[in-house]
């Protein structure tokens, strides 16, 4: 019935395997072993960075953002409930940054405090880089966003969790004195943040990719290829984690120079046990709220972006042997989602469950009103975008 398009052995993966060799004083990635922070970095916090950084706390990160990273990652993030206790303390949001500006996204204190910059929040909340609607808050449903933010601040765990921030030099320390150590501990943070997001259901490791995205759009893509951390090598860690996860079955048409896809709304799901790959062309998310008419929606979040999310939760389906039709569960969104609207339309969240503990949002999508004579979501096209994305994404799962 939907126009599906079978590719066959069209991609060319050449995934880079990136050993990265650490300066011998860190703990490598994929090794744990949580550093808990000195007394004098607390003290510095408070005597030094609130002031000098314009920190705000901020109760909507520390709720949505925080608490389910560690809700979802007991073994590696605690909360601490007192000034010198061992753990992640307030979430803050520096006031550096404008709806462009994401230049840099976060910074990590020691002690457990960790900000955020407003830029970096305004970003990545909007529905595309410079889309931004002036909200810091993204709505729960706004997983995508959500995703993105979240990234940002697990990063900035990782560096609180083997103490990074430990480094001024009349503490005695010096932690990052070469482009390499540099490097070492950034993909040591990045590497260990998405593997947090890893876990959360509504957070997807693709929100790594669109706050790495977010940021080229605005620094442009940094290859170079010394030992330095760019938003290239970040990207295409995370992308080749994708892969990992989904076993090489989840990615874009061709990786080379994967960046160069960040744009692309299409992902492809390889077929278990078959050379064939499903298209998966991912439409844009629209605003349920204050819905008024089909031609005049607000886009909530842009396809290419949305696309890296979906990317993200299949991979994470495939690699617990759970994109199947026996570990799908359709809800209606409003279950999922608190401040999910009532509509005339039926929102559903399509969802894997591994078992009661470990679950996943796919995606989340409006249907059209089928009632006679009433308002519909959809323009006439976008219902059949919407149809054949649904259509592609069931026809990739697992038999
Ligand atoms: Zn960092």
Redesign the pocket.
Known sequence: MFNKKIITGVMAFAVATTTYSCAFAYTPIGEYYHIPADRMETDNFWDVEVKSNYLQEDKFLEDKIQAPLIKFNPQKLKKAYSKYEDGLKGVYINSVGDTMDSNVS?S?YGGGYISLTQGSLLVNSGSAYKSCNGTTTPKDYNIYALSAIASDYA??C??WYYD?ALSKRDWGQTAEQTAKDSFA??AR??AFGIRLLENVPQFSVGGDLISVYRMAQYDGWDTRKENH?TNNSRWNATYNYIREMSKNRVGYENDNDTYNNADSSTFYVRLKNEDKYWEIKVPDQYEVANFANANYKRILYNSADRAKYVMGQVAWAIKNNCWDKNHIAIYKAQEIFNDMPETPFIVYAICVEKNKNEQKIIDWVVTSNEEENSVDFYTESQNQQVNEYISALFDSLDS
């Open positions: 976060g990590n990063h900035e990782g560096h990074d501990l950034e943070a990045d951390p």
